[in-house]
């Protein structure tokens, strides 16, 4: 099972989505996948700094989902984060583009993000 970490980070636009470079036209949480011995907090606050250069202000958790992973075809288990960052999100290293849910109507949503994340988060889907 592949196990990963993630942010739900509400703005004035909506939810904070992201692409990466290998798959450019889904749309997942901002996270990633902890490494050996990383506390879940630690690894959201590394992934959040290499992919898109902020820190965290605040984070809660808000949710643990098993969904089947957009792309690696596997089952996924995923905590979510509601997260407050520091700075202004800028998509690096593998992130291919950023955007905002609904604000950006039309993008294709990764699955644990359209089935399990939006609707507990009551955004239209």
């Known amino acids: 099972m592949l196990?990963?970490?993630a942010a739900a980070v509400l703005g004035s636009r909506g939810l904070l989505l992201v692409s990466k470079r290998a798959a450019p036209d889904v749309f997942y949480l901002p996270g990633g996948k902890p490494e050996p011995g990383e506390a879940p907090l630690e690894c959201l606050e590394r992934e959040l700094a290499e992919e898109l250069?902020?820190?965290i202000e605040g984070a809660e958790p808000f949710a643990e989902v098993h969904a089947p992973a957009a792309l690696e075809g596997v089952e996924m288990w995923m905590?979510?984060?509601r997260t407050r960052l520091a700075g202004e999100p800028v998509p690096a290293a593998e992130i291919a583009a950023m955007r905002?849910?609904?604000e950006d109507?039309?993008?294709r949503l990764a699955p644990a993000v359209r089935d399990c994340v939006i609707p507990r988060l009551d955004l239209p889907a």
Request: proline letters at 7%; charged letters at 15%.
């Open 79 to 81: 905590t979510v984060f």
């Open 100 to 102: 905002w849910w609904p």
């Open 53 to 55: 250069g902020v820190g």
């Open 3 to 5: 196990r990963v970490i």
């Open 105 to 107: 109507r039309g993008l």
